[in-house]
């Protein structure tokens, strides 16, 4: 069994940065892969960001050259750095564990999901 556990959410201005935190425990974090999702009200959960065990990265579109993805393994925690965040990144946040033998930018190579964190951009 994994525990994720997000914090790092909020309300926040347009053009302003959140850093979101999952903290990991119950397995070896530093042995799979991790990722982020986020819902918005009455839109499809999507992956937007991930990172593999050995450091390789995804973002979707929607987030490249805003949002960067990393990990500590040594403190068993994955980050997200939101930069110029726009009011369509309004949505929960979720973190994710999979492991290392599938993708990472899709859904089914995740086993095990957070409860989420709030994110909400003003305009």
């Known amino acids: 069994q994994v525990q994720l556990v997000e914090s790092g959410g909020g309300l926040v201005q347009a053009g302003g940065s959140l850093r979101l935190s999952c903290a990991a425990s119950?397995?070896?974090?530093?042995?799979?892969?991790m990722g982020w999702s986020r819902q918005a009200p009455g839109k499809e959960r999507e992956i937007v960001a991930a990172?593999?065990?050995?450091?390789?990265?995804y973002y979707a579109d929607s987030v490249k050259g805003r949002f960067t993805i990393s990990r500590d393994n040594a403190k068993n925690t994955l980050y997200l750095q939101m930069n110029s965040l726009k009011p369509e990144d309004t949505a929960v946040y979720y973190c994710?564990?999979?492991?290392?033998?599938?993708?990472?930018?899709?859904?089914?190579?995740?086993?095990?999901w957070g409860q989420g964190t709030q994110v909400t951009v003003s305009s």
């Open positions: 119950g397995r070896t974090f530093s042995s799979g892969n």
């Open positions: 990172i593999s065990w050995s450091g390789g990265t």
């Open positions: 994710a564990a999979g492991p290392a033998g599938r993708t990472f930018a899709e859904f089914y190579g995740y086993d095990y």
